[in-house]
């Protein structure tokens, strides 16, 4: 495929629909060149996610200026991938002594630094390593851009973003609008497993995708997905355990190799790209993210959100829940709790 080819589709891929994100723009009265200037920065870039997720965030036309962060590898990451002809300048920092300078300025951070799951781990084993990188640079985003939007992927995301929110609350720049789970991954498997099981063109499925970002937490909502199949009860159970274990279906491929990393950083790719396009006034902007929230009893939850010019706009409600999925709510509550409990404690213990 020729590279203008290439970049065409992928860009239209950060579109939910149709339209592309030029026709938003014109749409709005104003031409691509005239897009606002926006700094995103990816910190845990040379990672797995992050060096994939460098390459779609370096293809997005919606960003000005990329920053990309790590403890280690950027300056290779950076040079390599600021050679692709597309909009944004690409700048890598390595160390804690670079941070400063690859926040300042920032109107989205991606956070997918850490350490990934090995076979036979849960999300939870990774609390003690990432639950501290996470408050670090946390903190040090509270201080260089206190006004970004967070998109946080570093996992367990049911904990981590309830650190981040202790950690922001402690420096005075906690807003609620600002800080987001990223929960995209969950959606694009629920949509990816529907389309195959129903035989519906999978570009055409939504499936919004509720609760959490850990096994029994995450509660895809098949009875809200579009368009409608017939499924059987037996065929949805069955789609909802293979969302729930998506990850660790890939972990397990991946033998020790890591998690999901690619088809991680394409939907932290679109959800980056739903926060730009919210930023920038497009209008109608919905992912769903894991969000503080008063929709249920927990003060997080992951439920479909309208993003805006500030961040989040409003966290909409579950809409009509089959039974099944009812049962499903119940069953997670208790273990969201106690997970977001774990984030907060941890923040204010360390
Ligand atoms: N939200 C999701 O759906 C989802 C999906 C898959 C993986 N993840 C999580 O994303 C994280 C990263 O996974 P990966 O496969 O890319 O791992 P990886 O080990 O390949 O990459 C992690 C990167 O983080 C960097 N890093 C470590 N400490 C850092 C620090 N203090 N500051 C900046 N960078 C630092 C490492 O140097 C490394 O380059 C893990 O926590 C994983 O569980 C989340």
Redesign the pocket.
Known sequence: MKSSLLLRSIRSSFTNSTSSISTHLTRRGYGTESVPERKVAV????????QPLALLMKLNPLVSRLAL?????TPGVAADISHINSRSEVAGYMGEEQLGQALEGSDVVII??????KPGMT?DD?FNI?AG?VK??CTAISKYCPNALVNM???P?NSTVPIAAEVFKKAGTYDEKKLF??????VVRAKTFYAGKGKIPVADVNVPVVGG?AGITILPLFSQATPKSNLSDEEIVALTKRTQDG?TEVVEAKAGK????LS?AY?GAIFADACLKGLNGVSDVVECSFVQSSITELPFFASKVKLGKNGVEEVLGLGPLSDYERQGLELLIPELKASIEKGVKFANQN
């Open positions: 910190l845990g870039a040379a990672g797995g996610i992050g962060y790590d403890i280690a590898g997918p630094a850490g350490v990934p799951r999300r990774l990432n990188i670090s640079l992927i570093s996992n995301v789970g990223v929960t995209t991954l969950d970002h990850g890591g998690s999901a990393t991680m939907a």
